[in-house]
């Protein structure tokens, strides 16, 4: 087939740092060129891929600097104006840009798909609801069922995919020792619940990830003071290695969530390196995690506390496993597959 993946420019293919979506949309195309697809990629300059990179910028424009937020609409709208003057080259085009890409993937006469990795908030509701009739995919089923699930033409539900063997850690239970945080610093993936669980298990905590400038109020009032009160380290952004070797260190994840979480790649990514994590029950968390097999699931603070002993019996292959089963990239790219084939077969 002769596909096309669209995503947004703001930040590289694959990120450098954080970036989930991005690393899918790469961890997608790598695999469909492997595969035998012939796959162009639309991304942001510094993009590196073995697909054919289309790009409307030199530069990721988050990290760049050059353009400011405001700017940032009119490159998504210059790559998606490249698809439509290209899109006579493609069977599929597959978008990640999520509502803005809507009115142009309309009107192409390929088939077109969207992959939902955001919940759908009241500013862009009406023009999801405008282009109803596209075809979507869902990332959990709980996503897809909070996401007008009988208004939007979903046409499959596809969990995120990653390779299992790039988080394989050779540090063994005896080695494992502390807490670790791993994402945005924020309240929806609940940075200050994190804190409050490390303190009250009197549990040093790593805290891995990037404060968006819309975050900056909540780090200052929420995170800051309960730094300079713990045993806990922010250590900033971290890299894919730099990653793994936090998740082999760690005697589990916190991931205590305070919105309804479509999907959650560190808790698949934090299995895959045999360490269980200790969640929050939002959203895609019981679809992700296995309770008590895999992980200890909670409403609050005080439940996970209270959990905590339980980690002693989780055995770390059942995490790997469970990966390898249900959230490789294996069968994220098989799932795909079949979400092509079924378009075009619908088309004649």
Partial sequence: ??????????????????????????????????????????????????????????????????????????????????????????????SHMSWSALPVLDRLKCATVTTMHNQVKPYCEGIYLRYKHLPYVAISDSFRALNYPDQLNYVGTVYNGIRVKDFRSENDTDQRAGLLFVGRLCKDKGTAEALDIAKQLHMPLTLAGKVDKNDEAYFETEVKPRLE???????????????????????????????????????????????????????????????????????????????????????????????????????????????YKSLLEKRG
């Fill in 1 to 94: 087939m002769r596909i096309a993946q669209v995503a947004a420019n703001t930040e590289p293919v694959p990120p450098q740092g954080y970036g989930g979506t991005e690393l899918i949309v790469s961890l997608l195309t790598e695999e469909l060129v492997k595969r035998g697809h012939e796959v162009t990629l639309f991304a942001s300059g510094t993009s590196v891929t073995s697909a054919q990179l289309v790009t409307v910028v030199d530069e990721p424009l988050r990290a760049g600097g050059k353009y400011n937020m405001l700017q940032w609409p009119a490159f998504d709208m210059q790559t998606l104006i490249e698809v439509e003057n290209r899109q006579d080259q493609f069977d599929v085009v597959h």
């Fill in 229 to 339: 009160n713990s045993d806990a380290e922010f250590i900033g952004e971290v890299n894919h290695d730099q990653k793994v070797e936090l998740y082999g260190k760690a005697l589990a994840v916190v991931y205590p969530v305070n919105f309804s979480e479509p999907f959650g790649l560190v808790m698949a990514e934090s299995l895959a390196a045999g360490t269980p994590v200790m969640a929050f029950d939002r959203g895609s968390v019981r679809e992700v995690l296995d309770d008590p097999k895999t992980s200890i699931i909670g409403s609050s603070v005080d439940q996970l506390v209270n959990r905590f002993p339980e980690l002693k019996n989780i055995n770390r292959n059942d995490c790997v496993e469970r990966v390898q089963n249900l959230f490789s990239v294996e069968k994220m790219v098989d799932a795909y597959e079949a979400v």
